[in-house]
């Protein structure tokens, strides 16, 4: 069956700028979770939902990243007014049983 | 924020040698994950582990729980170029995020 999906790929945005990154995660998985990877790190936890609530917000760096899962299937994590440090890959994963996530190809955020 | 330490973090060996990467931490997890991660791509699981002492097999790689499950490591026997790779460990408390450790890139020599 199909994968995790992740809109845009690639992304160059101005500092300053708002974006949207859109996650599809395999049909199914209740759990949802998006992460942060720096360019030679391993990925870091963003935010975790269940279904449509977000149970767990605590890795958001700034009040600047809001994430939503509105009906408990695609989400998406919006960064507003963009600076340098966000350049990072975005990842999003979700899992039928929590402890093993599958995970998408990844948005690569660029901020100029 | 617990901390899984990977080491090492770079290995370059030739094809045919065994290799461990070895994954710690001081605090306890309830599953331990491996996964391996290609250049613009997002990671992929190879292999979860729960029980302590737990050793799982799968072909050439070998994946070993501590007792104590607060440590893991990975062995690879006769690698191959195609082994080439950046793993991922990564621990979970409960049932929520999982803590990845830095990652050991690897690369095998033909």
């Known amino acids: 069956g199909a994968g995790v999906s992740q809109s845009p790929r690639y992304k160059v945005a101005k500092r300053g700028q708002d974006v949207a990154l859109r996650c599809d995660p395999i049909s199914g998985h209740v759990s949802l979770f998006w992460y942060q990877q720096a360019l030679g790190q391993g990925p870091e936890f963003l935010t975790y939902f269940q279904n449509e609530a977000q149970l767990d917000k605590s890795g958001l760096p700034s009040d600047r990243f809001f994430a939503e899962r509105p009906e408990g299937s695609v989400s998406t994590l919006k960064i507003q007014r963009t600076q340098q440090e966000d350049s990072a890959v975005y990842l999003c994963?979700?899992?039928?049983?929590?402890?093993?996530?599958?995970f998408g190809p990844g948005t690569r955020l660029t901020v100029t | 924020t617990q901390l899984l330490e990977q080491s090492p973090q770079f290995l370059s060996i030739q094809e045919g040698e065994n290799l461990t990467v070895y994954c710690n931490s001081s605090?306890?997890?309830?599953?331990l994950q491996w996964y391996r991660q290609e250049p613009g791509e997002g990671p992929v699981l190879l292999v979860t582990?729960?029980?302590?002492?737990e050793v799982k097999k799968l072909k050439r790689l070998t994946f070993q729980f501590g007792d104590a499950r607060k440590d893991s490591s990975l062995h690879i026997t006769a690698a191959q170029p195609g082994d080439t790779g950046l793993y991922l460990c990564?621990?979970?408390?409960?049932?929520?995020?999982?803590?990845f450790g830095q990652g050991t890139r690897l690369t095998i020599n033909p």
């Open positions: 994963a979700s899992s039928r049983y929590t402890y093993e996530q599958y």
């Open positions: 990564a621990g979970a408390q409960g049932a929520q995020k999982l803590v």
């Open positions: 582990v729960v029980t302590g002492g």
């Open positions: 605090s306890v997890f309830s599953s």
